[in-house]
């Protein structure tokens, strides 16, 4: 991409784009993975340039780019992070690249931070912008501990988004108006997509998240028991274990005696399976089937198109992901006992009681008596 009477240029060289800005006696070289990102960060350089507000690099005080490097580097990476966090990392040195650009992190003012988030929050819902604010104030912080004087220019900001969060999965779970309706549906086709139909039925049984559901062998079912020892996760992304999500993440997962008999008749089932397809379910996953590539879904895509072609069927609103599951599973279980909210929380995987209550009880009056109404006469 030739831009020179733009003042700047995008070349390739070995997979890498490296964009040129030659205007008005400034020369820089950048290197980008992605055209279209070397391509915007010519032009802002060269506006930047235009309205007096380019700042060249100080080597020695770092951008909000190299500051995040470090923190990853010292904080992060020690941690042996799963790739998905990386990844996340990745686009958040992006972004930040995308707002502040090259400027050094001590030439930062309050004013350009606040322009900056603003932007962010035009298409960004407000949570993302919080964690986009915690990872700036890490970098201060990285940045302060090597003695440069900074102030925190992200204090005393209220931040703001006009892109609007998701509802959390919002009338279907909450109500539960055919929540029968699926769990019989998935009891009579268990087996019919892989192991899908019961990864669905024991999150609504159980409130386990997807991720800790699929890495579970049958020696984490406690013989005798309706209780699953449950002690890290499986990422589908990384193809290996990790930590659990909370500090009460590692727990024992229950669920009701009466779906014991059917998970005793699924592992007959998928005995036979690995048999027809000359298999062996070498990591004894309880979801392990024979017809998936590592014995578990190929993404978690595949595991929500296969959700929502089951709502379509039952004609139940089809914009919901298998987490709905779960908050089924929250909704049922404490409409029947309201008084142990610390202990269906614990049991859920959650650190604070607070999220329970924000997440999965933000109920209006009426809508808590259509789902008491609907609940008692199930």
Not at 121 to 139: A, D, P, Q, Y
Not at 336 to 363: C, H, P
Request: glycine share 6%; net charge positive; with cysteine.
């Amino acid at each position: 991409m030739n831009n020179k009477n733009k003042g700047y240029t995008v070349q390739v060289r070995d997979g890498s784009y490296i964009v040129q800005v030659i205007f008005q006696n400034i020369h820089e070289t950048r290197h980008f993975d992605d055209e279209t990102e070397a391509d915007l960060y010519g032009r802002n350089t060269v506006w930047a340039i235009q309205k007096g507000q380019y700042v060249k690099n100080d080597p020695a005080v770092p951008t909000l780019i190299e500051a995040l490097d470090t923190y990853i580097e010292l904080e992060i990476m020690p941690k042996k992070p799963a790739k998905s966090t990386l990844k996340g990392y990745a686009q958040n040195r992006r972004d930040l690249e995308r707002l502040f650009g090259n400027l050094p992190i001590t030439k930062i003012t309050k004013n350009q931070y606040k322009r900056a988030m603003n932007t962010y929050g035009e298409t960004h819902i407000l949570s993302g912008v919080r964690k986009l604010r915690g990872i700036i104030r890490n970098c201060i912080s990285t940045v302060q501990d090597d003695g440069i004087e900074l102030a925190d220019f992200t204090s005393r900001f209220t931040l703001k988004a006009q892109k609007q969060s998701k509802p959390p999965e919002k009338k279907v779970e909450r109500r539960a108006e055919k929540v029968s309706l699926l769990l019989n549906y998935l009891r009579r086709h268990l087996g019919d997509h892989g192991a899908f139909e019961l990864i669905f039925y024991i999150i609504i049984r159980c409130g386990a998240r997807e991720h800790e559901i699929y890495g579970l062998t049958w020696d984490d079912l406690l013989e005798g028991t309706a209780e699953f020892n449950y002690t890290r996760a499986y990422s589908i992304h990384d193809k290996d274990y990790s930590k659990g999500k909370a500090r009460y993440a590692k727990r024992k997962i229950k669920f009701p005696k009466s779906d014991l008999k059917i998970l005793r008749k699924w592992k007959i089932e998928q005995k036979r399976l690995y048999r027809s397809y000359q298999r062996v379910n070498t990591r004894n996953l309880i979801f392990g089937h024979p017809k998936w590539k590592h014995d578990y879904p190929s993404s978690y895509n595949a595991l929500n198109k296969c959700f929502r072609e089951i709502l379509e069927k039952l004609e139940i609103d089809t914009d919901l992901t298998v987490y709905a599951c779960r908050h089924i599973y929250a909704t049922m279980t404490y409409k029947d006992n309201r008084d142990k909210k610390k202990a269906i929380s614990i049991g859920m995987g959650q650190l604070q009681i607070s999220t329970f209550e924000r997440v999965y009880l933000a109920l209006s009056d009426e809508e808590e008596n259509e789902l008491n109404a609907y609940l008692d006469s199930l």
